[in-house]
């Protein structure tokens, strides 16, 4: 019931800027922390980006300065703004949340940055 819609992936030049949007509905509990995950062609997932409901962020090295994560309490949505796009960059992004002890997954929206 729990549902987490994604948008904003888009195909982007290098230097050039996106931003995600991950709704989640259908929850009967209040949501803990949210975050967005990223996984390129045959590497694991990784953290990207998470913040927690008093605003309290952590970032992977390889995005800190360039990517910023926030989030709307009322609204059940996160955000990740994503500027100084590099090819690196490149993968499926995918929106997670906690909510009572439960980890949620989004499908998922491509990245993709070229060169």
């Known amino acids: 019931q729990v549902q987490l819609v994604e948008s904003g992936g888009d195909l982007v030049q290098a230097g050039g800027s996106l931003r995600l949007s991950c709704v989640v509905s259908?929850?009967?509990?209040?949501?803990?922390?949210m975050g967005w995950y990223r996984q390129g062609p045959g590497n694991q997932r990784e953290l990207v980006a998470a913040?927690?409901?008093?605003?309290?962020?952590d970032y992977a090295d390889s995005v800190k300065g360039r990517f910023t994560i926030s989030r709307d309490n009322a609204k059940n949505t996160v955000y990740l703004q994503m500027n100084t796009l590099q090819p690196e960059d490149t993968a499926v992004y995918y929106c997670?949340?906690?909510?009572?002890?439960?980890?949620?997954w989004g499908q998922g929206t491509q990245v993709t940055v070229s060169s």
């Open positions: 997670k949340a906690r909510i009572f002890r439960q980890d949620y």
């Open positions: 259908g929850s009967t509990y209040p949501v803990g922390v």
């Open positions: 913040i927690w409901r008093g605003g309290l962020t």
